[in-house]
């Protein structure tokens, strides 16, 4: 029963790490219909950037730091990339390819620059534990859990109350009125995709520190599992992401604590258990536990 | 005789003259770029052709190369040292026409959750496929011989072995026909049947459903077209197209792992069919030439490349110029399609038609 709570406890504090960079996956497709799989490598080049900053700026300055500069490449890539391919083409799809092709281009750079040696991301706490309802938990996992939920928090007051948080939502649901009612919608996208990357890089930062420890050339691929947690939760709901990153990371926990009891379904499980769930709950509702369902008008 | 189809009996006169000059590495890269060919048509027809993007292709490539290992392959081989994976130790020929059957099946059993799942959500879902799939190859080691892979046995046909043996010495012309070169042309005959049989498909009744569903998925069902239905058998047919190009890939490597059949061969594959234009059978082989033969030429020529630097040296790696190159290709086709190449923005479902594309 200890060994479950403590899975159970770590697999949710994992969880609160995919539900925030799947939160910016799915903020991203809410504000600018783009399913970006350069996500992944936003991820990883967050990682990597704290990984080289934190020996001058410290571990959160480098953080911070990572998050701004994330930020900026997000933009960068949206209104290079995307924004000129968005008003030509309505389609999904296409803009799925060329943010596959984007994940290409950064994902090989950042590859050829980690190399194959593992880079220390700095993060203060090593492997020490705090007992947790008589578990014990790393404490890198509870940094981790406080953060995220502290963000989630932030955002989701953003979301609600600000003028920005409005706008976002009115440009998603209605893209044309909102445009007719005054708001700037190359605005609204281009700050989403900063706040995706800033997500994507303060997650990224937590996602590597325990148990890797440090940034890998397997991170970016990792970094995909984002995409999983996203589909599951629903592309188009923030709150699905959270939901789904939570059942996914005490899935995965679940599935690598007990992997001597699960050997008959193989090794490695716990790197497979993200689609299974997801299949699952695919054939009881095709668009996630809480997507809109698409309606289709003639 | 119109000038393109000349063009064509002489592209296709120099291929099979080729075996004649080539080297192995040129003989053993074709014979990749042939696998990758066969491959491309068959996920053109469901992405570009049908507007589903699927990201599983490696998948059922995997499913079809291992497929044909197993249906091949000793049975009883388990007694051996090194304790081969099983096989059923059919004949070459059947074990690859059921290899094939095998990946289509496999596209078949995946329709439940291809059926309910609409648009980008099915694409999202599909790389679950590749994933699991692998996860599989290397657990299920009694079939698949596990991480190390396993052995695929040289094709053959009445007698006649794809292989350096078996008849020993065949000569063409003076020229030695080793394995490779006798792979060669059961490739040519492959990617020009499948070729053929994509283009038929296309002009015909099937092909113009699949173009109506991927226009618009209700004006298709209004015209009596079984949406649900079509929509399977698009994706079991590229499976089978994906499964045929595993058996290819198995007899010119010889030797299959599971690591080959990862999320960047899936990539690669839809790169392929991006660059060259969607939906188009030409298009498809040609991208998959391209893709396929890059990092190996770049390789080859590594030494004589300004930028590139030879294998372990420091500097740009082969492999990943050739990633960076056609990562670049995929930008600038979609940032420059609806320019003036041929119509790629308008295969993609809901894309308006260019002025230029109006009035022609």
């Known amino acids: ?298 | 005789m119109s000038r393109a189809r000349i063009a064509w009996i002489a592209l296709i006169a120099v291929l099979v003259w080729l075996p004649q000059y080539a080297e192995a590495f040129w003989m053993q890269t074709g014979l990749f770029a042939m696998s990758a060919a066969i491959g491309a048509i068959g996920l053109t027809l469901l992405v570009g052709t049908t507007g589903q993007l699927s990201l599983a292709h490696a998948f059922f490539v995997g499913i079809g190369a291992y497929g044909y290992c197993y249906f091949a392959g000793d049975s009883g081989a388990a007694g051996t040292p090194l304790s081969a994976p099983d096989g059923l130790g059919l004949p070459p020929l059947a074990a690859g026409i059921l290899a094939v059957l095998l990946a289509g099946l496999a596209g078949a059993a995946f329709s439940p959750i291809a059926a309910r799942l609409k648009g980008i959500y099915l694409g999202l879902a599909s790389i679950g496929l590749v994933f699991i799939g692998q996860h599989i190859m290397q657990n299920a080691s009694g079939i698949t011989g596990g991480f190390n892979g396993r052995d695929a046995k040289p094709f053959s046909l009445f007698g006649f072995e794809f292989s350096n043996t078996n008849p020993d010495n065949f000569d063409v012309f003076g020229v030695p026909y080793g394995q490779l070169e006798r792979l060669w042309y059961l490739g040519l005959v492959l990617v020009l049947l499948s070729a053929w049989y994509a283009r038929n498909l296309l002009r015909n009744r099937p092909g113009r459903a699949l173009e109506a569903i991927r226009d618009s998925e209700v004006a298709a069902a209004v015209m009596g077209v079984n949406v649900p239905l079509y929509r399977g058998a698009a994706f079991m047919v590229s499976s089978m197209y994906a499964g045929l190009a595993g058996v290819m890939l198995a007899l010119a490597f010889s030797r299959i792992v599971p690591e080959s059949f990862n999320f960047l061969y899936s990539i690669d594959f839809l790169v392929m069919i991006v660059i060259g234009g969607l939906g188009s059978v030409g298009g498809a082989v040609l991208g998959a030439v391209v893709v396929s033969a890059l990092p190996q030429v770049l390789l080859h020529y590594a030494d004589r490349l300004p930028i590139v630097a030879s294998p372990g040296g420091s500097g740009l790696q082969p492999n990943d110029a050739a990633r960076f190159l056609y990562g670049a290709a995929v930008v600038g086709v979609l940032i420059l399609a609806s320019g003036g190449s041929a119509g790629l923005a308008r295969r993609f479902r809901g894309a308006q038609p260019t002025s230029k594309e109006k009035t022609a």
């Open chain 1, 1 to 298: 029963m200890t060994q479950f709570l403590q899975l159970a406890i770590s697999g949710l504090m994992l969880g609160c790490i995919y539900g925030l960079i799947a939160m910016g996956f799915v903020i991203v497709f809410k504000a600018t219909n783009v399913v970006n799989f350069a996500h992944a490598s936003i991820v990883m080049l967050g990682a990597f950037l704290v990984a080289k900053w934190h020996g001058s700026l410290g571990f959160f300055g480098a953080i911070g730091a990572a998050a701004v500069a994330c930020a900026l490449a997000a933009v960068a890539l949206e209104i290079a990339f995307l924004r000129p391919l968005r008003k030509r083409v309505r389609s999904v799809d296409a803009l799925a390819i060329m943010t596959i092709a984007l994940n290409i281009l950064l994902g090989t750079e950042l590859v050829r620059a980690v190399g194959n040696d593992l880079l220390p991301s700095g993060a203060p706490w090593g492997a020490d534990t705090t007992n947790v309802f008589g578990a014990a938990i790393p404490q890198a996992r509870i940094a981790a859990a406080v953060v995220a939920l502290v963000l989630m928090g932030i955002f989701y007051v953003i979301f609600t109350r600000s003028n920005w948080g409005v706008a976002m939502r009115a440009a998603a649901s209605e893209p044309e009125a909102a445009a007719l009612m005054g708001i700037r919608l190359g605005r609204v996208a281009g700050g989403s995709w900063a706040v995706a990357g800033a997500l994507a890089a303060i997650g990224g930062a937590f996602f590597v520190s325990f148990p890797a420890g440090g940034v890998s050339n397997v991170t970016g691929l990792l970094a995909l599992s984002a995409i999983p947690v996203a589909v599951l939760g629903g592309l188009d709901s923030t709150a699905g992401a959270i939901v789904a990153g939570l059942i996914i990371g005490v899935a995965q926990q679940l599935a690598a604590g007990y992997q001597d009891e699960l050997s008959f379904l193989g090794r490695g499980l716990s790197n497979v258990i993200p689609y299974v769930v997801l299949f699952v709950v695919l054939l009881w509702r095709p668009t996630g536990l809480f997507g809109t369902r698409e309606l289709t008008r003639v």
